[in-house]
């Protein structure tokens, strides 16, 4: 008999089938506490680690700049020597071709060239010496 009062029970409630089993009628059984102030802190402890450790990696990628573009920097024929802000959307940016520096006109957009000039330096195109 108490079979089927078990398979009834189990998918009703767990509850239930302990206050059936004890034959009081009424249900002594209580629920633990699922949130006390110590699981309360670990939460708030662990939130705080997830979100620490996604600020260190998003600074190590911005720090180490690890991209594509510095894969080969050894190779490279293209690099920014220099870039000024001259607008809030608008930039002035010197890049190196191979024996050229090309200076460019960068806005929402659109890229002009403003001058091409050969680079300074000689072979190993080092700024201001």
Do not use: N
Not at 5 to 25: K, N, T
Not at 85 to 112: F, I
Not at 113 to 125: E, F, N, W
């Amino acid at each position: 008999m108490k079979f089927p009062i078990f398979v009834l029970g189990g998918c009703i409630s767990p509850g239930l089938v302990w206050a059936l089993e004890s034959g009081s009628g009424r249900a002594t059984y209580a629920p633990p506490t699922v949130l006390t102030w110590t699981t309360g802190i670990q939460i708030v402890l662990s939130l705080g680690l997830v979100l620490a450790l996604m600020a260190g990696v998003a600074w190590a990628l911005k720090k180490f700049q690890w991209s594509s573009s510095s894969a080969g920097k050894g190779r490279q024929s293209l690099r920014i020597v220099s870039s000024l802000a001259v607008g809030q959307r608008e930039r002035v940016v010197v890049v190196e071709v191979q024996d050229a520096w090309v200076v460019v006109g960068v806005a929402p957009g659109q890229v002009r060239t403003l001058h091409v000039l050969p680079r300074p330096g000689g072979k190993d195109g080092g700024v201001g010496g």
